[in-house]
């Protein structure tokens, strides 16, 4: 079975810390996503790679960086922590073999809280 | 304004129901995933549809591309069905993929 980890099950964070999230897929699936998740917004997407050493942004990318230095491991960055940035964060990969056949795998996510 | 919504947004049924979520989307999309978020937070694909239907054990999913709506069924529902189900469609949003708010079903023995 593929396998999404996501580092931490649960963070607490203070505000202007940087935090590091990671995410570690087996399957050498080459595109990785982050979301965060919170109540009435549903999933948004905040980075997303097709490939090593390759991140585009998505529709809320204000405040995060990511790195995939490797093709398994995708980490999101928090240059400077806010409380607005306590969320769910949701890392996924997908392996994509067209429009209409496509596999989405999601990690366990992590709740941050930035106090 | 999401271009897909989910209806109900909230769901209470007695165990053995048969449970209908729907997913209505205004953007041209090319397939529809449905998602399953159990408490905890980790998210389950369930199916991936383009047209016609797809069946897994209680689960069915339909899909009308030229209608933009699709729904998932559950026959026999089960207090362990309880979670947050969630319709994304492929064709829209930076990663192509435009995501519904949710249903949050809860079946109760």
């Known amino acids: 079975d593929v396998k999404v980890t996501q580092s931490s099950r649960y963070l607490v964070k203070r505000t202007g810390e940087k935090v590091f999230l990671e995410c570690v897929q087996d399957m050498d699936h080459e595109n990785m996503f982050w979301y965060r998740q919170d109540p009435g917004l549903g999933l948004r997407l905040i980075y997303f790679s097709y490939d090593v050493k390759m991140k585009e942004k998505g529709d809320i990318p204000e405040g995060y960086s990511v790195s995939r230095e490797k093709k398994e491991r995708f980490s999101l960055i928090l240059e400077s922590a806010s409380t607005n940035q306590t969320s769910m964060y949701l890392c996924a990969s997908s392996l994509y073999q067209g429009a209409t056949n496509e596999k989405l795998f999601f990690g366990s996510g992590t709740q941050l809280s930035v106090l | 304004k999401n271009e897909v919504e989910q209806s109900p947004q909230n769901l209470t049924a007695q165990e053995g129901e048969f449970i209908t979520i729907n997913c209505s989307y205004s953007v041209g999309i090319s397939a529809l995933h449905w998602l399953q978020q159990h408490p905890g937070g980790g998210i389950v694909s369930l199916f991936m549809?383009?047209?016609g239907k797809k069946k897994h054990g209680r689960l069915i999913a339909t899909i009308n591309i030229q209608e933009k709506h699709s729904s998932l069924h559950i026959t026999a529902s089960h207090p362990r069905d309880s979670a947050v189900y969630i319709c994304?469609?492929?064709?829209?949003?930076?990663?192509?993929?435009?995501f519904g708010k949710g249903t949050h079903l809860i079946i109760q023995p």
């Open positions: 549809l383009s047209s």
């Open positions: 994304a469609g492929r064709g829209g949003g930076a990663d192509g993929l435009t």
